[in-house]
Nanobody, 115 residues
Framework: QVQLVESGGGLVPAGGSLRLSCATS????????MGWYRQAPGKQRELVAA???????NYADSVKDRFTISRDYAANTVFLQMNSLKPEDTAVYYC?????????WGQGTQVTVSS
């Protein structure tokens, strides 16, 4: 059974930085992509950043040039470096893994940016 565990969330002032990590465990035959989503209160879950098996990355327009996604392929761990954080970045951040068209999700980690 595949499990994803996020860490690194917390409370940070506007302009600050946080680094999220997502560790995976279980039997994973093939990973097509890993990424981060977020969901703010009253809003739909949205894609923040994704990294595909070939290394290509994709970012939401709202986080481009501020957030960086990276992956440790050997450990199947994905990271999200978040800089210049804004209050509107406040949300629960979820790690996602796509394997053979099956999505897996972590439990989420809260990120709160104070103004």
């Amino acid at each position: 059974q595949v499990q994803l565990v996020e860490s690194g969330g917390g409370l940070v002032p506007a302009g600050g930085s946080l680094r999220l990590s997502c560790a995976t465990s279980g039997s994973i035959f093939s990973i097509n992509a890993m990424g981060w989503y977020r969901q703010a209160p009253g809003k739909q879950r949205e894609l923040v950043a994704a990294i595909f098996s070939g290394g290509r990355t994709n970012y939401a327009d709202s986080v481009k040039d501020r957030f960086t996604i990276s992956r440790d392929y050997a450990a199947n761990t994905v990271f999200l470096q978040m800089n210049s954080l804004k209050p509107e970045d406040t949300a629960v951040y979820y790690c996602n893994l796509l394997s053979l068209r099956t999505p897996y999700w972590g439990q989420g980690t809260q990120v709160t940016v104070s103004s």
